[in-house]
T-cell receptor
């Protein structure tokens, strides 16, 4: 079945450090891949997405490339800020999944950035 | 402003006392769903709805009911809550539930069942 495995946290970085959060997936069909971010006390919001192989999603300095050959969608940012402290979720939605529209989430990675 | 709203945001109740968590969206979305978030488990889908009067089970439907009588509303009903339903609940919506659609999440409802 469909599933997402992402790097366990917590991740602690100093401001301006480079960030990578690994995400790999298993899917029946040709999924869309998402990164959602959850700031403290808030709901999830879309950070970026990619809907087909080799697509790169980007937003707010974050990037992730849909790699079908390695079934991966790693999140990267070149220089993190304190305001990036949040929980990051990798997710997929499968075009051939048994439940249309369902998002399969990883367990989340807590990122803390220190000044 | 396009948004998904949930009420209440926080709720403490006792075992067996029926409760309803409301969810409403103002984006004319056809697809709505409920997730629960538990530490170390990420988010798991409870129920979803493709349109009015069309609902189906997600991964963890036991102990929950839903209804979709209007397009904008998708309440979650716990008829006899138990402590293992203590969790953080999120409602989400998307335009048609397609696999490329962005889902929009509400702010969450933190439920504690004593």
């Amino acid at each position: 079945g469909d599933s997402v495995t992402q790097m366990e946290g917590p991740v602690t970085l100093s401001e301006e450090a480079f960030l990578t959060i690994n995400c790999t997936y298993t899917a029946t069909g040709y999924p869309s891949l998402f990164w959602y971010v959850q700031y403290p006390g808030e709901g999830l919001q879309l950070l970026l997405k990619a809907t087909k192989a080799d697509d790169k999603g980007s937003n707010k300095g974050f990037e992730a490339t849909y790699r079908k050959e390695t079934t991966s969608f790693h999140l990267e940012k070149g220089s993190v800020q304190v305001s990036d402290s949040a929980v990051y979720f990798c997710a997929l939605s499968d075009d051939r999944g048994s439940t249309l529209g369902r998002l399969y989430f990883g367990r989340g990675t807590q990122l803390t950035v220190w000044p | 402003e396009a948004q998904v709203t949930q009420n209440p945001r926080y709720l403490i109740t006792v075992t067996g006392k029926k409760l309803t968590v409301t969810c409403s969206q103002n984006m004319n979305h056809e697809y709505m769903s409920w997730y629960r978030q538990d530490p170390g488990l990420g988010l798991r889908q409870i129920y979803y709805s493709m349109n009015v009067e069309v609902t189906d089970k997600g991964d963890v439907p036991e102990g929950y009911k839903v209804s979709r009588k209007e397009k904008r509303n998708f309440p979650l009903i716990l008829e006899s809550p138990s402590p293992n339903q203590t969790s953080l609940y999120f409602c989400a919506s998307s335009s048609q539930g397609g696999w490329t659609d962005t889902q929009y999440f509400g702010p969450g409802t933190r439920l504690t069942v004593l």
